[in-house]
């Protein structure tokens, strides 16, 4: 493979990647899972990590990968910065500059975050945006490759919100040529500028489907979904659970889709989105998504802050 260099990048959105750069991230992730890597590029380096907004995953993968590489964190919840009101995105940005060696940063708006990154003179890290979650994406892409194989082979299908994991997705999708289906109810669809994206960093090579119909499940070799309604739309909950029902992965749509594997970037909303006989039954593969999220921010971390090979 060719040797790549992320060195003090950002990592915003998957598009920020090449198709080399993002297969080797996928590759050293799988290198450190199988324990054939074991380096520490984070000894004597501290990681500021904020969240405006709550988390479980996230967090615990991140601390633990930042232990293992060798550095340590300070981790900031929303009322001890208080971005945009007591301090300003890029004030935070200029003071954190002065402290630690990376930023790692879920916050409520990605514009906010864009903000951090051009005022950071040290790397920052997309957690989680209301755009794109590129951290999720790249331990999915882990977990495709473990369970289906090649990824240029797969044909996956999402089903739900058009939402942040939908946008990555479809960046992920541009850059490695698998096939991408993306089922929403009208009026749900990704936002027109993620599919110019995508057409732009795909090269006319773009292989992505967008459908209101639910039966659009031929060749799916993985179904993926998210809750109807995210942080920030709990006013929207009801009336999403009405509009998105007929969009339940449930055990006749993965019959239909066969031999396909199933994904959920957690938490799910049981009996909403996916109910209790698909999220548990032998096709998920939802909490080695969980875990490979590990090793894929490891990976991330490491290309950003030392050229690990």
């Not at 945009?84 to 060696?101: I, N």
């Not at 058009?162 to 850059?175: D, K, P, R, W």
């Not at 969009?247 to 066969?258: E, G, P």
């Not at 209790?276 to 090793?295: C, H, M, T, W």
């Amino acid at each position: 493979m060719q040797v790549v260099s992320l060195r003090g990048r950002d990592f915003l959105d998957i598009a920020d990647l090449d198709p080399a750069e993002l297969r080797s991230v996928l590759a050293l992730a799988h290198d450190i899972k199988a324990r054939s890597w074991a380096e520490r590029p984070l000894a004597g380096k501290h990681v500021a990590m904020l969240f405006q907004k709550p988390s479980h995953r996230t967090r615990v993968s991140f601390e633990v990968g930042i232990a293992r590489l060798g550095g340590t964190t300070t981790t900031l919840g929303e009322q001890d910065v208080q971005l945009g009101r007591r301090e300003s995105v890029v004030d935070a940005a200029r003071v954190l500059d002065r402290y630690v060696d990376l930023i790692v940063a879920r916050m409520r708006s990605h514009t906010d975050l864009v903000h951090l990154a051009d005022a950071a003179e040290r790397p920052v890290i997309n957690a989680l945006t209301d755009r794109s979650h590129p951290c999720q994406i790249l331990a999915d892409l882990m977990t495709l490759e473990e369970a289906c194989g090649a990824l240029g082979e797969q044909r996956v299908v999402y089903v739900g919100d058009g939402n942040n994991i939908a946008t990555s997705l479809i960046e992920a999708a541009a850059l490695l040529g698998f096939r991408l289906t993306v089922i929403t109810p009208p009026g749900y669809e990704p936002d027109r500028q993620a599919l110019e994206r995508a057409g732009r960093i795909g090269s006319g090579t773009t292989k992505v489907r967008i459908s209101n119909d639910i039966a659009s499940l031929d060749g799916a070799t993985a179904v993926y979904t998210d809750v109807w309604a995210s942080m920030g739309q709990e006013d929207q909950r009801a009336t999403r659970r009405q509009i998105f029902a007929p969009y339940q992965v449930n055990q006749a749509l993965m019959d239909a889709a066969k031999g396909a594997v199933f994904l959920h970037c957690l938490p799910a909303h049981r009996g909403e989105e996916v109910t209790d006989e698909v999220i548990d039954g032998p096709r998920s593969k939802v909490f080695d998504q969980a875990g490979n999220r590990l090793y894929a921010q490891m990976a991330l971390m490491a290309e950003i802050m030392e050229t690990p090979r």
